[in-house]
C-alpha cells in the first residue's frame, strides 16, 4: 500500500467536492484575501479551516489562542467552533489585516468571542502569561513568523492546558525544510521546531503531509 499518495489536481477537486462546506461568508472573506499580495499564501486553505473547526470540536475546546491573525479565516472558522461562552484570543503584529477579517466576523455573529491583541506575538504571549497564568488555553494555533517557531512553540506550552492541543501549520514550509539551499531564518525556524519536537518528551505528536505540512502536538497530562 502506498505509504503517501501524490495529490493531483484531479484528486485535490475530488476532496474539496466531497467534503468542503465554506459557506459564502467565508468564501467572500477568501477571495477578498485572495486580492491582497501574497494573500493565497498566507490564509489557511479552506479544507484546513474546516479542519481547524473540527478539532476545536473534538478537544472540546472553549479557550483558543492564535498566532498569526492575516486576515482572520482560521479566527473565523475556529472562533465558530467554540461553545457559547467560548473564547479566541488571536494575535497579529500589525492591524492592517485583522481589519479586513472583523466586518466578516461579525456578519458571522462571533465577533465577541474574538479577542484581538495587535502587538509582536511574543509579547502578547507573555503577557498572557503573566495574566492569566500557565495553562489557560485548550488549544494553541501557531501560524505566525516562522523564525520564531521555536519560541512560539516554548511559550505556547506554557499557555496550552496539559492534555491540551497545539497545532502548528506550515510545518513543510512549501518543501524548503528539505532543500539545502535555503538557509534563511523562517526555514531554520521550521526545521529548528520539526527537530525538537521529535524529542521533546512533554509531547505526542503527528505531522500530517496535508497542506503545507500540519503538526499536531498533545501536551501530555502531566
Ligand atoms: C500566515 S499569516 C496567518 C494566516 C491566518 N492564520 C489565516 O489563516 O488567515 C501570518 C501572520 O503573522 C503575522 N506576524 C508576522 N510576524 C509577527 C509577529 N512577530 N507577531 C505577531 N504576528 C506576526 C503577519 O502579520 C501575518 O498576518
Redesign the pocket.
Known amino acids: 500500500m502506498a505509504e503517501q499518495i501524490s495529490m493531483t489536481p484531479e484528486l485535490q477537486e475530488y476532496v474539496t467536492d466531497s467534503s468542503l462546506r465554506e459557506d459564502d461568508i467565508l468564501r467572500e472573506l477568501r477571495h477578498e484575501?485572495a486580492g491582497l499580495p501574497g494573500g493565497t499564501?498566507?490564509?489557511?486553505p479552506a479544507q484546513?479551516?474546516q479542519f481547524l473547526a473540527l478539532l476545536i470540536r473534538l478537544v472540546g475546546a472553549a479557550s483558543v489562542l492564535?498566532?498569526?491573525?492575516?486576515?482572520?479565516?482560521?479566527?473565523l472558522c475556529m472562533a465558530r467552533a467554540l461553545p457559547a461562552g467560548g473564547r479566541l484570543v488571536?494575535?497579529?503584529?500589525?492591524d492592517?489585516?485583522?481589519s479586513i477579517?472583523a466586518p466578516y466576523w461579525k456578519r458571522a455573529e462571533v465577533a465577541d468571542r474574538i479577542d484581538l491583541r495587535v502587538?509582536?506575538?511574543?509579547?502578547?504571549m507573555e503577557g498572557l502569561l503573566a495574566d492569566g497564568g500557565p495553562g489557560t488555553f485548550d488549544v494553541v494555533?501557531v501560524?505566525?513568523?516562522k523564525a520564531?517557531y521555536p519560541r512560539y512553540y516554548e511559550l505556547a506550552m506554557e499557555l496550552v492546558r496539559p492534555g491540551g492541543l497545539i497545532v502548528v501549520?506550515?510545518t513543510l514550509f512549501f518543501g524548503r525544510v528539505v532543500d539545502p539551499a535555503c538557509t534563511d531564518a523562517d526555514t531554520e525556524g521550521v526545521r529548528a521546531l520539526n527537530a525538537r519536537l521529535r524529542e521533546d518528551e512533554r509531547v505526542e505528536l503527528s505531522m500530517l503531509p496535508v497542506a503545507d505540512g500540519i503538526t499536531l502536538v498533545r501536551r501530555k497530562d502531566v
Open positions: 484575501t499564501a498566507l490564509q489557511v484546513e479551516g492564535e498566532i498569526g491573525t492575516f486576515t482572520g479565516y482560521s479566527t488571536t494575535c497579529d503584529i500589525t492592517r489585516w485583522p477579517g502587538g509582536d506575538a511574543v509579547e502578547t494555533f501560524d505566525a513568523d520564531n501549520d506550515n
